[in-house]
């Protein structure tokens, strides 16, 4: 009996010892006034990240399509087929770089999946010995199937290919049905031509979205007859600058150049527009929520005017007080704010699982885009906070407030 007092008074001398000026006393014991300002907070953070993250893995997902380029760069004539040979001999003359290898392919043009729709996308024409290099320097950890063969109407997928198409590997015994959904060009089929049903016959293991056919097939059907020249830097750690040199060097020539940077310049040009209309957006969004918020804390604060004149007139100074309130209003949005920050993570995940993961579309969870454009959310929020209790300070009178009480 004895212990329980002594533990008894133990609690409550620990209880007596906490400071009315520690920041997290009001917190604690008014949860309910303070759950709501931190929920606004969080909302707003997780509403700007998910939609920064959202829009920008429209590029993103793009520039993951033709991510495979990033291997090599390639070279194609304009208007004069012959002229490939020579291009080529160019290149292994006046690379700065050593050369790994050179694939003279033809290409044909498909369509895959993206998230603004249908996006053109190109099916390789490769030679048997290319083929297995390329899937190698693509990262290919295996295949499920087999190779194409010579002059047949057959390619390979990548599985984010097969997974955004829905396709599956050809099987001559399966349903009619199953057997359409190993066909990615056909005759009837303007946006993804072939003269004859081209069957999937292999689906390799890796995260490049490839389609690759056998050159001798696409020579045989498909027109016009020039030929496109893959570079391959010696070593990956060159291709960049393989990359650069030779668009710099066929700059002006009748040559088309596809490197990766390209793709990459390009795709963010697309969407500058996009990306100007939504920082209009989310600017909005920042004062309209600031607004909001110094409305919301100047209220709260005005519901705190006793706490505050009682704690004057038993002998805390006003510079103590602003303290511990700047410092509850620090708490309050630094709090908010890392935990929109973890609901947006969460949304994102959810997001990624739910739709995009089915399609192979690209989401950048951890978008560091995304998570910047939630800063000026809460430093507004603190400027105007800050302010605002400053200024009812400047006029508080705790003699007023503490007559007013006992009367």
Known sequence: MDASLEGKRAGRATRARVSPLSPTVFLRRNAGKTIPLVAVIMLAVLLVAAIIALIDSIPYSIRTIYDYSKEMVGITPRGDPTATPRFVEEVKQSSPVPIGRVMICRATSTQVQSIVGKWPYAVLGLERPDIEYFLQRQGSRGLQGRLPEPGRPEVIVSRPVAKNLGLVIHDPLAPQKQRAKAIVQRPEDTDAYSPYPVRVVGIADTDRWLMVGTVEYMRANHFPPVDLALVFAKNKADQPKLDKWTLDHFKGRRAQVYAYSKVRKESDTMFDTLFKIL?????????????????????????????????????????????????????????????????????????????????????????????????????????????????????????????????
């Open 279 to 407: 920082n209009v957006v989310i600017g909005t969004l920042v004062i309209i929520i600031t607004v909001m918020m110094a409305m919301l804390i100047n209220i709260y604060q005005s519901q705190r005017l006793v706490e505050f004149g009682l704690l004057q007139a038993i002998g805390y100074t006003k510079k103590q007080i602003l303290r511990r309130v700047l410092t509850e209003t620090v708490l309050v949005v630094i709090g908010g704010w890392f935990l929109g920050l973890g609901m947006a993570v969460v949304a994102l995940k959810v997001a990624d699982i739910v739709l995009m993961a089915p399609k192979a579309f690209a989401l950048e969870i951890f978008d560091q885009k995304a998570y910047l454009y939630t800063i000026p959310l809460p430093m507004c929020i603190l400027v105007v906070a800050a302010a605002s209790v400053l200024l009812r300070f400047r006029k508080f009178d705790p003699v007023g407030v503490v007559e007013r009480r006992l009367v």
